[in-house]
């Protein structure tokens, strides 16, 4: 029996897919059943790195997600418009859905699945996430068994590379993100990448995955690594640390519970000190990995390359093969409980002032004495306590100190930097940054 494929979008993704249909000598045997059989683009006249037949090339994107010959819509063409539209009508034509597209499903998850659940569809998207990194399937089904305590990620590419070679280099973020844009690593526009929101959008994805739940993307607390400096990079490599920008999905458990139970989720994407011996300090470069720390299992970390034709597109056939082997072995094909999304509900969600974490904070002051009594003074009038405290040296005749905090609970410490700025002595608090 033969499955029909229809892709949306033959771009670096799609091409890379349409590759690996076209070759199956050496693969699983079941890829020998999938066939191509329509691929929308926006020309018919661009040259292409794959050799098709011209006779299945459309530009009528609509006319592919209602074919009724058609099995399954791979969907590559990112953005949200007009992609959410075309899944939902593939959806409504019975089509199963494989996406790579995590700015669809992060938004609009909800209403996607709803309607696939309701026609008994496939919405698979382990290319949205961790680019050929198999992630999605495990949180799935490997670690469905395990209360999952806590998901932490280096899922973007981009600012991994840009914070890499700000630390081998000694280069500031701006000289590095030209070059980064200059090779290809970084978009004309880089704001999804440096300011954290693509980031955002796939521990939204994960944290759904992992705790059983839906998860509104807005409430992911997001900040990004424009003001990581030189300086910052290397007062974190002293003092035995490496900056990541994580994204971050845990369990937050209130102090006056009794057994444990978590109550709700915390939420965040943020660069972060690292100590040098922790699972994801030493990934480097464009690699991503996804640390998942769970019950019985405990930690387990999953990495490799982030992004490009050949590990998403590896991602994107995985999941039409696991679609083909379900059409071929169920004569009814109903949702699967372990490859499609059943949950219904929104998860609670802590508010950002009530997580608790440590802080790095870079001071500039009058050089005058008593100056770190007041800070100090500071920041236990609010109930933070401080692992560290040191003056670094004077620049431009002002003194820099550089404090690490204990745990504290995120209000507590933003009430004391509201005190410190307005002491007589503190001339600037250029940088604060989360500690694990």
Known sequence: MTYKVGILGLGTVGTGTA????????????LTELDIAQVGVRSLDKPRAVDLPSSIFTTDLEAIVSNPDLDIIVELIGGVEPARSLILKAIAHGKHIVTANKAVISRYGDEI??????????????????????????????????????????????????????????????????????LGYAEADPTADVDGLDAADKIAILASLAFGGRIRLEDVHCEGIRHISSTEIDYAEKLGFTIKLLAIAQEDIPENSNDGTPQKLSLKVHPTLLPKSHPLASVDGVFNAILVEGEPLGQVMFFGPGAGAGATASAVVSDILNIAAILKTETEPIPHPLLSCTHQHFCAIAPMEDSVTRFYVRVKTQDSSGVIGQLGTCFGDHDVSLESIVQIGLSDELAEIVLVTHHVREGDFRAALESISKLAAVAEIPSVIRVW
């Open 113 to 182: 699945f709803e309607a696939a659940n309701a026609k008994g569809v496939y919405v698979m998207l382990e290319a949205a996430v961790g680019g050929g990194i198999p992630v999605i399937q495990p949180l799935k089904q490997a670690l469905g068994v395990n209360r999952i305590k806590r998901v932490t990620g280096i899922v973007n590419g981009t600012t991994n590379y840009i914070l890499t070679r700000m630390k081998a280099e000694g280069a500031d973020f701006t000289e590095v993100l030209a070059d980064a844009q200059r």
């Open 19 to 30: 590759q690996i249909l076209s070759d199956p000598s050496g693969r699983h045997p079941l």
